[in-house]
């Protein structure tokens, strides 16, 4: 027999945020991976490749509403979303209409619904677990000693 208190905790445990932004629902789904002393950018997530902005299933994000990012626009739907993570501060990001997928391998860029480049932060304290936030102007993904933000109007 198995108890609840025996079961080893998930490696990348699955995490759902919401909030809204300009009147906005937005859910944002994902699998949250430790950085667990890994150099985490430009290692184990490769610059200039397609990464599922977390662990497992691809992260997807999801508005009601219509809205845009960088002028471009972002219907109301649910999307995978994608991150090419690069060496300088200006990352790109991806809004995928196939939103059920096992990480990106098999992501088709013939699919994407927008690709926007975004200016990243740099952080000194290591966000040890990936995690997303939802905020006042869109949403920032948070991970080793960086920080996505995606502005959506």
Request: glycine share 6%; proline share 6%; charged share 25%.
């Given at each position: ?98 939103p059920k997928q096992w ?51």
């Amino acid at each position: 027999m198995t108890y609840a208190q025996d079961a080893k905790p998930k490696p990348s445990p699955a995490e759902t945020v919401t909030g809204k932004v300009k009147g906005a629902n937005i859910t944002i789904s994902y699998s949250s991976p430790a950085v667990k002393g890994r150099e985490i950018w430009g290692a184990m997530e490769k610059y200039d490749a397609v990464w599922r902005a977390g662990a497992n299933e691809a992260t997807t994000v999801e508005t009601d509403k219509d809205l845009s990012v960088n002028g471009k626009p972002l219907p109301a739907g649910k999307y995978a979303f994608f991150v090419i993570p690069k060496q300088g501060d200006t990352w790109t990001v991806i809004f995928n209409k196939e939103p059920k997928q096992w990480g990106a391998y098999k992501y088709d860029q013939a699919k994407d619904q927008l690709r926007a480049d975004v200016k990243i932060q740099r952080v000194a304290a290591v966000q040890e677990r990936l995690e997303y936030e939802i905020t006042k102007s869109g949403f920032v993904l948070k991970w080793e000693k960086v920080a996505v933000p995606v502005t959506l109007k």
